[in-house]
């Protein structure tokens, strides 16, 4: 059973940062990835960025260098280091994870591929 936990959130000023963890266990896939993703009121999910077992990485175009994924395999966890935080930042933040097939790294961002998510953890980015 695949169980996703993540932490992290909170509320910061317009230009501060925020590192989000995301506690994994019970992946057995040789192949998968693992996502953030991010969900505002009144608007879709959408992706934020992912990694495969590779170390391979998809970002949206949105995080513009101001985010950075990683994982520490040692200790399943997945982070995601958000810097320079805008008030349209502002969001619950999901991580998901997907594995089984091979994809290419221009569906890494698709939600529908992802079977497994946390409960999520929220971002509020705020004056």
């Known amino acids: 059973q695949v169980q996703l936990v993540e932490s992290g959130g909170g509320s910061v000023q317009p230009g501060g940062s925020l590192r989000l963890s995301c506690s994994a266990s019970?992946?057995?896939?040789?192949?998968?990835?693992l996502g953030w993703f991010r969900q505002a009121p009144g608007k879709e999910r959408e992706g934020v960025a992912a990694?495969?077992?590779?170390?391979?990485?998809k970002y949206a175009d949105f995080v513009k260098g101001r985010f950075t994924i990683s994982q520490d395999n040692a200790k399943n966890t997945l982070f995601l280091r958000m810097n320079s935080l805008e008030p349209e930042d502002t969001a619950m933040y999901y991580c998901a994870a997907s594995g089984g097939a091979r994809r290419p790294i221009w569906w890494y961002l698709e939600k529908n591929d992802y079977a497994y998510w946390g409960q999520g953890t929220q971002v509020t980015v705020s004056s």
């Open positions: 019970g992946i057995t896939y040789s192949t998968y990835r």
């Open positions: 990694i495969d077992n590779d170390g391979h990485i």
